[in-house]
């Protein structure tokens, strides 16, 4: 998997890669644009400008088997996937502790994310294209 994740500005698409900000000529604290980019399989190089909003940044989290988890700051992660009424947490990365963990919406620490996943949290969405989930919790 690649390291970052974010939505074109253009289309609306997910695009994965590296990502990197542009600056201002006259300040380097003002961004005027945020890329995701990456070497497409035929060996092109790709870049698009993304939702400075969307951008996520892998976890790096492994199953048992090795293969990387397809989570994401900002996703979104239901214990007992199955119910409907399961409470719903959202992947964070937490500067204090220095770990990923699983906030509820009002800001709540659920639990760590390697917890998480070892008890059964299941991704059901992210939450900027599946908010309405997070209205019903």
């Given at each position: 998997m690649r390291p970052y994740i974010g939505k074109r500005v253009d289309n609306g698409e997910w695009v994965y890669g590296d990502c990197h900000k542009e600056f201002s000529e006259?300040?380097?604290?003002?961004?005027?644009?945020?890329?995701?980019?990456?070497i497409s399989a035929n060996g092109i190089y790709k870049e698009y400008e993304v939702i400075p909003e969307t951008v996520g940044q892998s976890t790096g989290l492994?199953?048992?088997?090795?293969?990387?988890?397809?989570?994401w700051k900002g996703d979104l992660l239901r214990k007992?996937?199955?119910?409907?009424?399961?409470?719903?947490?959202i992947i964070i990365y937490d500067e204090q502790s220095a770990k990923w963990v699983i906030?509820?919406?009002s800001g709540g620490e659920f639990c760590v994310l390697v917890e998480a996943y070892k008890n059964g949290w299941k991704k059901v969405g992210n939450i900027h294209d599946d908010h309405e989930l997070l209205e019903n919790t």
């Open positions: 006259s300040s380097r604290y003002t961004t005027i644009g945020v890329y995701i980019s990456y492994k199953d048992k088997s090795g293969k990387e988890l397809d989570w007992g996937a199955a119910h409907p009424y399961a409470p719903i947490g906030v509820s919406k």
